[in-house]
């Protein structure tokens, strides 16, 4: 009898040790986390807030990408049993740290954009095949916020940087013609706290240009020699075209964050080749140019509707 007791015993001593090795059997990721949010009194209400949270299924041998519909600004994962990084400014990959029992919740996850928040339960399935490869968030599963850091969300930004690419040019006064090159400035727009400069380049040389760098600055219209704090160099919210070469024909968008100058200053649109002894065109901007930067019009706003109605 004694000795049955002590089998018993034993067998359940080692019941928890047994279960343990389950969780300590991790499959290592080469992904590393970037950042783990933990929150503070200042932001607390963001992840107390009372948000519907859909359910993203995972497994070790599957890597989970998380697409949010904008720019994310931080992730928060509330247990180490989820790993993971941020891959692309609105993609987030993530994967169980080990296995663990089927349908067990691993975590929650709250992933919050430039203006919009969303929570996740992630949940652990035995069967690869069951895991999302893919998650796309809804945007109408998220939460609206108030950021004051953004002032436009970067799909906005690209949303009016498309409309504005079909309207044909209002203007034909800002132009630069060098090596062969001819750069004009198309449109000027105005809208809420930025400016939406659209410029087209025409290459008349059989020579291609490869683009090196676009560079943006507030400059005197007079230089001269002495101080270099005569010159300003801004930096764009947004850029619409990401190519760097063309042979004939180049069209760009450029936002920028809503700014006066005198007019002894001038706004110097600079694109530079990338080569040794390369070409570089300026295409100066005065602020009356500025000022005369359209608003909502009507041509714009069917534009927008085009651009709405293609998604």
């Given at each position: 009898?004694?000795?049955?007791?002590?089998?018993?015993?034993?067998?359940?001593?080692?019941?928890?040790?047994?279960?343990?090795?389950?969780?300590?059997?991790?499959?290592?990721?080469?992904?590393?986390?970037?950042?783990?949010?933990?929150?503070?009194?200042?932001?607390?209400?963001?992840?107390?807030?009372?948000?519907?949270?859909?359910?993203?299924?995972?497994?070790?041998?599957?890597?989970?990408?998380?697409?949010?519909?904008?720019?994310?600004?931080?992730?928060?994962?509330?247990?180490?049993?989820?790993?993971?990084?941020?891959?692309?400014?609105?993609?987030?990959?993530?994967?169980?740290?080990?296995?663990?029992?089927?349908?067990?919740?691993?975590?929650?996850?709250?992933?919050?954009?430039?203006?919009?928040?969303?929570?996740?339960?992630?949940?652990?399935?035995?069967?690869?095949?069951?895991?999302?490869?893919?998650?796309?968030?809804?945007?109408?599963?998220?939460?609206?916020?108030?950021?004051?850091?953004?002032?436009?969300?970067?799909?906005?930004?690209?949303?009016?940087?498309?409309?504005?690419?079909?309207?044909?040019?209002?203007?034909?006064?800002?132009?630069?013609?060098?090596?062969?090159?001819?750069?004009?400035?198309?449109?000027?727009?105005?809208?809420?706290?930025?400016?939406?400069?659209?410029?087209?380049?025409?290459?008349?040389?059989?020579?291609?240009?490869?683009?090196?760098?676009?560079?943006?600055?507030?400059?005197?219209?007079?230089?001269?020699?002495?101080?270099?704090?005569?010159?300003?160099?801004?930096?764009?919210?947004?850029?619409?075209?990401?190519?760097?070469?063309?042979?004939?024909?180049?069209?760009?968008?450029i936002v920028l964050n809503k700014l006066?100058?005198?007019?002894?200053?001038?706004?110097?649109?600079?694109?530079?080749?990338?080569?040794?002894?390369?070409?570089?065109?300026?295409?100066p901007i005065e602020y009356s140019d500025?000022?005369?930067?359209?608003?909502?019009?009507?041509?714009?706003?069917?534009?927008?509707?085009?651009?709405?109605?293609?998604?």
């Open positions: 009898m004694r000795n049955l007791v002590f089998t018993l015993l034993a067998f359940l001593c080692a019941t928890p040790i047994w279960a343990q090795k389950k969780y300590r059997d991790i499959v290592p990721d080469t992904a590393k986390v970037h950042y783990i949010h933990r929150q503070s009194m200042e932001d607390a209400y963001i992840f107390n807030s009372d948000l519907p949270k859909n359910t993203v299924y995972v497994n070790e041998q599957v890597t989970t990408h998380i697409v949010m519909p904008e720019n994310i600004k931080l992730v928060d994962i509330s247990t180490n049993n989820i790993i993971g990084n941020q891959c692309e400014d609105n993609i987030v990959r993530i994967k169980p740290a080990g296995r663990m029992y089927d349908h067990e919740l691993a975590g929650t996850m709250t992933v919050i954009g430039e203006r919009h928040i969303s929570q996740l339960n992630i949940v652990y399935v035995k069967g690869p095949a069951r895991a999302n490869s893919i998650y796309n968030i809804d945007l109408r599963d998220t939460k609206r916020y108030n950021n004051p850091d953004v002032l436009m969300p970067e799909a906005e930004m690209a949303k009016f940087a498309w409309a504005i690419y079909g309207i044909p040019a209002h203007f034909h006064n800002i132009q630069y013609k060098k090596y062969g090159i001819k750069a004009v400035v198309n449109n000027i727009y105005a809208i809420d706290d930025y400016f939406f400069i659209d410029f087209s380049l025409y290459n008349n040389t059989n020579i291609k240009f490869d683009i090196d760098e676009i560079r943006i600055k507030l400059t005197d219209k007079k230089e001269t020699k002495a101080t270099n704090t005569q010159t300003i160099e801004l930096t764009p919210a947004y850029m619409l075209n990401k190519v760097n070469s063309f042979k004939k024909g180049y069209r760009n968008i006066t100058f005198p007019d002894e200053k001038i706004l110097n649109l600079e694109i530079s080749e990338n080569q040794i002894s390369g070409r570089a065109i300026y295409i500025i000022l005369h930067a359209d608003g909502f019009d009507e041509q714009l706003m069917r534009s927008l509707s085009r651009i709405n109605n293609l998604r």
